[in-house]
Nanobody, 124 residues
Framework: QVQVAESGGGLVQAGGSLRLSCAASGRTFSVYGMGWFRQAPGKERDFVAA????????SYADSVKGRFTISRDKDKNTVYLQMNSLKPEDTAVYYCATGYRYSLVTESSGYRFWGQGTQVTVSS
């Protein structure tokens, strides 16, 4: 059974940093694209960042460019999201996703497996 699990969320002051981790188990995801999305209260789930299966290509939402970095450790079947210079508007539940596509995927419909999410709260 495929499982995707996020960790690393928490409460941080504006300007601070957090690193989220996403571990996939149940199959080898090291060749497939993975992504991060977030959902704030009362809003839709939005794309944050994605990495291709090879790890050579990344994409970011305009709102996080220059502040967030996505990376992957294929040996650990894990993807990370390093979040720096956090702002109160970054407050949301962050979700990790993966699926069966080797390429970069920025649409939520392109992913098959999702984690339960991890809460990130940025205080002003």
């Amino acid at each position: 059974q495929v499982q995707v699990a996020e960790s690393g969320g928490g409460l941080v002051q504006a300007g601070g940093s957090l690193r989220l981790s996403c571990a996939a188990s149940g199959r080898t995801f090291s060749v497939y694209g993975m992504g991060w999305f977030r959902q704030a209260p009362g809003k839709e789930r939005d794309f944050v960042a994605a990495v291709s299966g090879s790890g050579g290509t990344t994409s970011y939402a305009d709102s996080v460019k220059g502040r967030f970095t996505i990376s992957r450790d294929k040996d650990k079947n894990t993807v990370y999201l390093q979040m720096n210079s956090l702002k109160p508007e970054d407050t949301a539940v962050y979700y990790c996703a993966t699926g069966y596509r080797y390429s970069l995927v920025t649409e939520s419909s392109g992913y098959r497996f999702w984690g339960q999410g991890t809460q990130v709260t940025v205080s002003s």
